[in-house]
């Protein structure tokens, strides 16, 4: 079983940076994909970025793209969304999820097997 905690969520100004944390425990995490997805009040939950453990490949959202990134500590088993420039759009709660790298990247929230609590980002004008 694979348990993920997410952290780093809070209330700041347009324009402003954020770090968010996915620390995961329960299993040896080389043989999987971390992905980082968020959902905002009313709307569908949507795919933020993804990066394979082993490797480092990543892939972004186009909304996404140039502002955060997504990144791996295999020492410390934990995955980073870094936000900057943040917009009102980002508000939101961010997931980070986990799923066995046996194709190629993907967005889809259903071929994910784990899922963390989620922190909230909330981004003022």
């Known amino acids: 079983q694979v348990q993920l905690v997410e952290s780093g969520g809070g209330l700041v100004q347009a324009g402003a940076s954020l770090r968010l944390s996915c620390a995961g425990s329960?299993?040896?995490?080389?043989?999987?994909?971390m992905g980082w997805f968020r959902q905002a009040p009313g709307k569908e939950r949507e795919f933020v970025a993804v990066i394979r453990w082993i490797g480092g490949s990543t892939y972004y959202a186009d909304s996404v793209k140039g502002r955060l990134t997504i990144s791996r500590d295999n020492v410390k088993n934990t995955v980073y969304l870094q936000m900057n420039s943040l917009k009102p759009e980002d508000t939101a709660v961010y997931y980070c999820?986990?799923?066995?790298?046996?194709?190629?990247?993907?967005?889809?929230?259903?071929?994910?097997?784990?899922w963390g609590q989620g922190t909230e980002v909330t981004v003022s004008s």
């Open positions: 999820a986990a799923r066995r790298a046996i194709a190629a990247l993907t967005a889809e929230p259903a071929k994910y097997d784990y």
């Open positions: 329960g299993r040896t995490f080389s043989v999987y994909d």
